[in-house]
C-alpha cells in the first residue's frame, strides 16, 4: 500500500546576517562563509576592540619602562610625574606583587615599578622559566 503524502510546504530558512533565503542543510543559519564571518564580527567587535585597546596600552607601558631602564642596570629611579609624561598609564598594568614589606610592585610584563613617595624605581624583573 502507498501513501502519498503531500509534502509539507517548505519553510524558507533566512540567512541570520543578510536575510537571503538559505539553500542546503536544515540547521544552517548563514547563506555563506562571508555572512557567517560578518555575523560573528558585528557580535564580538565592542569586545574584541576592548581587549585589542587594552592590550596596545600594556605594550606601550613595558615599552616605556624597557626605554627608561638603562641597559645593564638592575633598576633606575625617577620622578613619577617623568613616567606620566612619557605616556606611561599608571592605571594599567598585568600584575601586582608585594615586596618583603609589604609595598605594592606593579608589572607590565616581566618590567616592573615601585612608588616610593613622589617617585618610582623601575626595574626588569629576571624569571628563570620551567624546562
Known amino acids: 500500500m502507498l501513501f502519498h503524502l503531500k509534502p509539507k510546504a517548505m519553510e524558507q530558512k533566512l540567512c541570520f546576517d543578510c536575510g537571503a533565503v538559505i539553500k542546503g542543510r536544515r ?4 547563506c555563506d562563509d562571508f555572512c557567517r564571518n560578518a555575523h ?4 564580538h567587535c565592542d569586545e574584541v576592540l576592548l581587549i585589542r585597546n587594552i592590550h596596545n596600552i600594556l605594550r606601550k ?10 641597559q645593564r642596570q638592575q633598576k633606575t629611579r625617577l620622578l613619577l610625574q617623568k613616567l ?12 601586582i606583587e608585594l615586596n618583603r614589606l609589604g609595598s605594592p610592585r606593579y608589572f607590565c610584563y616581566e618590567y ?4 616610593v613617595g613622589e617617585e618610582v ?3 626588569k624583573k629576571e624569571e628563570k622559566l620551567a624546562a
Open 27 to 30: 540547521d544552517k543559519k548563514f
Open 40 to 43: 560573528y564580527n558585528k557580535q
Open 61 to 70: 607601558n613595558r615599552r616605556i619602562l624597557e626605554s627608561l631602564l638603562p
Open 84 to 95: 606620566i609624561d612619557t605616556g606611561f598609564s599608571i592605571k594599567y598594568h598585568t600584575h
Open 112 to 115: 616592573g615599578y615601585q612608588k
Open 121 to 123: 624605581i623601575i626595574f
